[in-house]
């Protein structure tokens, strides 16, 4: 550890300091009046400190340069590595750097003193297989086969990104909290009510619901039964009533235009350096961005079919939804600057559509 922190640039009194907070630390086991001989930690990080994951993060730093070195893609956060194999179309069989990298990275995490767990290695195979999936390669001794859904960062992914397996499950889990929440409500204040109902399930439905734009409204379906089941929760409005009148008194944007809300939060700041750049890299304005009409001006550049090859999430795709979106904002909020401006008048803008306050 002391090796890779030299190794990313950390020297002189800093470099001292993690040597002295890493060095010479024991443990013991202690049961009822029993007390283990303290014997010394030779690896690790002490547990529970905010260091340990910034330590854990510069620890594997090396793991993605070892990935990318064989012409793979590599994606990292805290203890989760994810790769990317890309295959041509018409492809016969596994590249053979696809085994290599493999028989590296478990070499590599041996001599690292890191776990190698291949049964908590998923494989997500996008498109079709082609008959292909029976050709991969063993991961440290154990076989490899695709599954039918991954999680990635808490996000559940199927082989044809519909999301509906995501949608499923996020509606699950907060009709369950709601069910708590529910429990809950005759020994709280309305306030205490909304505050639980926005941590439980409000939270839940709003997270990465901008993968959901572009799903046709079936599907979303249940994510507005939860939203509005919450709405009469909290405002203890019977089930005969209508929902509507309800969500505006509440000022809830339908849970379709929480994630159009925030696709287009995440499009401002990509165009004006407040966002990753990889997204910014899918975004360029179109050659009327100058135009003396306003109705033209700041607009975004759609790719065509030809340029992006997902017969069926293209519309979804953040280099197509995102511009799209942006060209139907009216000009005055395309030529807007400033973060804090927009958000406040996309809110507005976005409650005035829902709600047919024309």
């Known amino acids: 550890m002391i090796h ?5 640039g950390v020297h002189g009194q800093a470099l001292n300091w993690f040597n002295s907070f890493l ?16 014997s010394p930690l030779l690896c690790g990080v002490p547990q529970g400190t905010i260091l340990s994951p910034l330590l854990f993060n510069i620890y594997v730093r090396p793991l993605a340069s070892l990935v990318r070195s064989f012409g793979l893609d ?15 179309p018409g492809a016969t069989s596994i590249p053979e750097n696809f085994t290599l990298c493999l028989e590296a990275l478990s070499t590599w995490l041996r001599a690292s003193r890191l776990k190698v767990n291949p049964a908590k290695t998923e494989i997500l195979w996008h498109g079709r297989s082609t008959g292909l999936t029976h050709l991969l390669p063993t991961f440290d001794g154990a076989a490899l086969s695709p599954s039918p859904t991954v999680k990635s960062l808490g996000v559940v992914l199927d082989s044809q990104l519909t999301m509906e397996a995501q949608v499923a499950a996020a509606s699950k889990q907060a009709f369950f909290r709601l069910r708590q929440a529910r429990q809950l409500a005759p020994y709280l204040s309305d306030e205490a009510l909304a505050t639980v109902i926005h941590a439980t399930v409000t939270s839940r439905l709003d997270y990465y619901n901008a993968l959901y734009v572009g799903l046709p409204m079936s599907m979303t379906r249940k994510l507005r039964i939860v939203q509005n089941a919450a709405a009469r929760l909290l405002t203890r409005t019977p089930m005969k009533c209508h929902i509507t009148p309800v969500l505006q008194h509440l000022h809830w944007l339908p849970t379709d235009y929480r994630g159009l809300y925030k696709m287009l939060v995440l499009t401002f700041k990509t165009l004006y350096g407040q966002g990753p750049s990889y997204l910014r890299d899918h975004l360029s304005f179109s050659h009327h961005r100058r135009s003396q009409r306003p109705s033209q001006r ?7 079919p030809r340029e992006v090859h997902l017969e069926r999430t293209r519309r979804r795709a953040f280099s197509v939804s995102a511009p799209a979106l942006w060209n139907a904002l009216p000009p005055y909020m395309r030529a807007m600057h400033e973060l804090g401006p927009f958000t406040l008048a996309l809110k507005t803008w976005l409650f005035t559509r829902a709600f047919n306050l024309f």
């Open 4 to 8: 890779r922190l030299a190794m990313s």
């Open 23 to 38: 060095r010479n630390r024991s443990q013991c086991v202690e049961y009822m009046d029993q007390v283990s001989d303290r």
């Open 74 to 88: 590599c994606y990292q956060y805290a203890d989760y590595t994810q790769l990317l194999l890309r295959l041509e």
């Open 298 to 304: 700041d607009l975004l550049y759609v790719p065509g």
